[in-house]
Structure formats: structure tokens, C-alpha cells
């Protein structure tokens, strides 16, 4: 096309996007705020595109290790983004939106650059580069982004949701306020008094908890943000989403370093490769050793990535299970590698891992001579999508027989989630998103697929539930089971 490709990254953390504002020698474009952009002529391929997006964050923020790609939107065209005169087909620019998920907060801007961190609905009440809320909107979650996600677990998964809510509980709030200002008192001149706004927004909330009804944390956050806006207006509600949205992000951190401090406390335990291991000629060896574990775990949750992050000494292995249907543990081994030292197992080779020295640093252990005995594994830590007031945990199927292979062999299994994860009440059939034509065979035969995506793993097999409020005990979940069912009391009204 003639003109130019604009390529517009916003950069997402704990529900807020960073905009910029570049002073220069005066104009349009040094009083306007943007995002991190890069500028391509001609037509480049995709690849030259990515590369530049992510240079222009590195080079205009200081972020770059810590963002990761969410989604790429659909390129949009619009004319003189700089907000100067057209003159033709030249000045017409493509736009190529991106998300991305930063890790931080702390950006280093060129001199001269103002930089805030704002929710996304306030880019409409800024003065801003033309173009900029329609690069949010086209890499914005939506319910029907949330539904289709296989590749993230549920807490990224209930930032969308409110995210989504936010949104538009935002755009309903300036058209009233645009109301307001054009006819004064909504209320005394017979304007909607927002009501109807109300009735959409409870609508949509709806919505969002039955996208994903395995994932208890989207409907526990939604329900908190519903019952505790302080009025039932969308201008309430935008401002208590954003809360509830830090709020979460918050809490998920916080579970990451109660599981941390939860491995840590197992590997001063553990006793050393050398050491007699029970026998009793006595040796010098007969105290534990520090010593990092060999971690399972399996599909991708990001509070246990940040667990194992948090770890001061880093586990000497992640063994990390493919995780069928989906391979997701695959993309994690591949994030973790140039950090950490990481392993595959087939789903079904997981219970010969956990078999194969057990746990302890004995055959296997991290001090021993691994290069002629199995592996051992010291710990699995794995997430959940729902946690059930009895204890048990859904979660990505493979969980419930890691988890039972591993109790059979003594090795500790702990579970990392936020405690929004507690659901209020047990169901009699969980919903385990089973279905149909997912590739386990590609013949011609009149073959059936039997292909869960989850399975529920019980609570007498599980070590303990990490969370924010510490690790909890089963009459622990049961208390916060009552009140996120309280919290649920706003859709009753």
C-alpha cells in the first residue's frame, strides 16, 4: 500500500497499559500520548514486523526481557496519524496493533518522555495519537477470546474477564457523562439514569462467567467486582474493576512466594546425595545438605512459573509433562530453557519419573551422579482452575495421576493458586471441557475420542494449597467457599 506501517505495541501489567508522551520541538505529535511505536515502509513480512515492535519497546521503555506477546490485531488504516493535512493516499497508515504482558513496571524513558501507566479506558479521555483506542480494542480480550483460550490458565484468564467488563463499563461511562455534559442532570432532563447501563453491564458479567465455568476464578472476581462497585453505575464499576484487577495480580504474586517459600523449606530437608541415607556405619555425612530439588509440573500456570522463579536457588531441574490435550508444557519448556534447566516427559512417562529414585536426592537427586541413574523428582507444584470446598482441585488432566503417582512414592505435591480459585460449592459432574475430534486418531475407522481437558484430583493426595492467605487447611477452604458464595448475592437482587 502507499503511506506507511505504523506498528503500535501496548504493553499491558496488572490490567494497566503505558503510554508516552514524546516532547519535541512542538507540533502535534510531542503534546499527544501514544504507545511504544516503530514505523516500516514498503511491504515487510511478519517476522520484520514482530522484530521491530519489539525493539521500539526496548528502545522507547527499557522493557524487553520482561514483556511477552498476548496477540497480534487485525491492521486498520487510517489517514495523518500525526494530525496534520492530508494530501492523498501518502499519508494513509496501516496500523498493526499488539499486546503484550510485561512482568514490571519500571521503564526507562528517553529524555523528555513522559510516561504513566493508565487503565485502558482512560486513553479515551486523553488527548492521544488518532488511532490509539482502536489499536487497544483490536488486541482488547473479549468473552469470545476468553472461551476459545486453551493456552493460558485461569488466573490470566479472570484478569480478561474484568478486563473485558472494565472496558466497557468505561465506554458506557462516557456516553453517560457526554449526556450530562450536553444536557445537563440526566436525571432532571428525563435521560437514561443509567439503569440500562446497569442491566448491559449485569448482562455481560453473566456472560463472562459461563465462558470458561471450569475456571471458578473468572466467576469469583467478576462476582467481587459486581457486589462491591459502590453504586450501580458504570463509572462505579470501571474503577472497581481495575481494583479488583491489581488486586488479583496482587494475590497471585503473593501465592508464587508462599509455594517458593514451600520448596524452599523442603530442600533444607532433603538429605545429600552423599550422604548414608539411613544406613549405620557412621560416616560425616549423615547431616541433610542444602540443595536445589528437581520440580515436576505440568501445563502452564503462570503463578507456578513465578514460583520457581522466586526460588532464591533456582531448581537444579524443571521437569515439565507435555500436558495433552493442548501441549502447552511444551511453549513452557521452551520460555524456561535459556533460564533454567528443563526437561519433557511424555504424559504417560510421568509416573515412571516419579517412580524412578523418588524423592530426597537419593538416585536421581541433584548431587548424585545423574548421568547414570533415572531422574528423581523432590516436589511436584502444579496450579488449579477451580479448588472445591472439600479440598480436591481441578486442574489440567494429568494432574490427578502425577499427583497420585506421587503420593504412592512419597514425594510431596503442592498446589499454587489464588484463593479466588475456591469454588463455592461442589458440583455432582464437573465440567472437565471434554469433547470430541481433538486429534487422538487419524484414521478412517468409526473411532470414538474420550479427550477431557481436565480431571479433578482428590484433596487426601495434595500436600498442601498454596495461596495468598498462606497454605491452607481444609476447614480454611470451606470458610472462603461461604464467602465468595456470599459474594454471588448481587445476581440475586
Known amino acids: 500500500m502507499n503511506g506507511s506501517h505504523v ?78 493535512i492530508t494530501d492523498g493516499a501518502e499519508d494513509r497508515q496501516l496500523i498493526h496493533p499488539y499486546l503484550f504482558d510485561a512482568t514490571t513496571r519500571e521503564v526507562t524513558s528517553e529524555s523528555g518522555t513522559d510516561c504513566e501507566w493508565l487503565r485502558p479506558t482512560e486513553i479515551r479521555r486523553r488527548e492521544t495519537v488518532p488511532g490509539l483506542w482502536a489499536s487497544y480494542e483490536r488486541v482488547a ?67 463472562l462467567r459461563a465462558a470458561r465455568p471450569s475456571m471458578v476464578a ?132 510421568v509416573a515412571h519419573i516419579l517412580g524412578s529414585g523418588g524423592g530426597g536426592g537419593g538416585e536421581g537427586g541433584c548431587g548424585s551422579d545423574a548421568s547414570s541413574r533415572e531422574r528423581a523428582i523432590d516436589a511436584v507444584l502444579v496450579g488449579s482452575d477451580t479448588i472445591y470446598p472439600d479440598g480436591s482441585v481441578l486442574n489440567k488432566v494429568g494432574t490427578r495421576g502425577a499427583a497420585i503417582a506421587a503420593a504412592y512414592e512419597g514425594v510431596p505435591v503442592y498446589v499454587v493458586a489464588a484463593s479466588a480459585k475456591i469454588s463455592s460449592e461442589l458440583p455432582a459432574e464437573p465440567d472437565l471441557e471434554a469433547g470430541a475430534g481433538k486429534g487422538l486418531y487419524a484414521g478412517e475407522a468409526d473411532v470414538g475420542e474420550v479427550n477431557p481437558t481436565f480431571d479433578v484430583t482428590p484433596a487426601d493426595v495434595v500436600t498442601g494449597i498454596c495461596t495468598e492467605r498462606g497454605i491452607l487447611e481444609p476447614d480454611d477452604v470451606e470458610t472462603l467457599a461461604e464467602e465468595f458464595a456470599a459474594l454471588a448475592a448481587w445476581d440475586e437482587d
Open 218 to 349: 473468572i466467576e469469583n472476581r467478576v462476582n467481587r467486582a459486581m457486589a462491591t462497585a459502590d453504586d450501580r453505575t458504570p463509572s462505579a464499576l470501571e474503577e472497581t474493576t481495575q481494583r479488583v484487577i491489581e488486586r488479583a495480580a496482587s494475590a497471585d504474586g503473593e501465592a508464587a512466594a508462599v509455594a517458593a517459600e514451600a520448596l524452599a523449606d523442603l530442600t533444607v530437608s532433603l538429605p545429600s546425595a552423599g550422604s548414608n541415607n539411613g544406613n549405620d556405619d557412621d560416616t560425616d555425612d549423615d547431616d541433610p545438605d542444602v540443595y536445589d530439588p528437581r520440580v515436576l509440573t505440568l501445563s502452564r500456570s503462570g503463578t507456578v512459573i513465578e514460583a520457581l522463579r522466586a526460588l532464591e536457588l533456582p531448581p537444579c531441574e524443571i521437569v515439565i509433562a507435555e500436558s495433552r490435550p493442548g501441549g502447552e508444557g511444551r511453549a513452557v519448556a521452551a520460555e524456561l530453557a535459556p533460564e533454567q534447566s528443563v526437561a519433557l516427559v511424555a504424559d504417560a512417562g
Open 7 to 84: 506498528l503500535a505495541a501496548l504493553v499491558r501489567n496488572a490490567g494497566a497499559v503505558l503510554v508516552l508522551r514524546r516532547s519535541g520541538e512542538g507540533g502535534a505529535e510531542g503534546q499527544r500520548w501514544d504507545c511504544p511505536t516503530s514505523h516500516a515502509d514498503g511491504d515487510p513480512d511478519r517476522d520484520a514486523l514482530d522484530r521491530r515492535t519489539r525493539a521500539a519497546i526496548h528502545e522507547q521503555s527499557g522493557l524487553d526481557g520482561e514483556v511477552s506477546l498476548v496477540r497480534t490485531g487485525e491492521p486498520f488504516i487510517i489517514e495523518d496519524r500525526e494530525g496534520g
Open 141 to 207: 480480550p473479549t468473552t469470545e477470546t476468553i472461551a476459545a483460550d486453551r493456552e493460558r490458565g485461569s488466573a490470566a484468564l479472570s484478569a480478561s474477564a474484568l478486563a473485558v467488563l472494565r472496558d466497557r463499563a468505561g465506554v458506557l461511562a462516557d456516553r453517560e457523562r457526554s449526556g450530562r455534559d450536553r444536557w445537563g442532570s440526566s436525571a432532571e432532563d428525563g435521560q437514561d439514569d443509567g439503569g440500562d447501563s446497569w442491566t448491559e453491564l449485569a448482562t455481560l458479567a453473566r456472560d
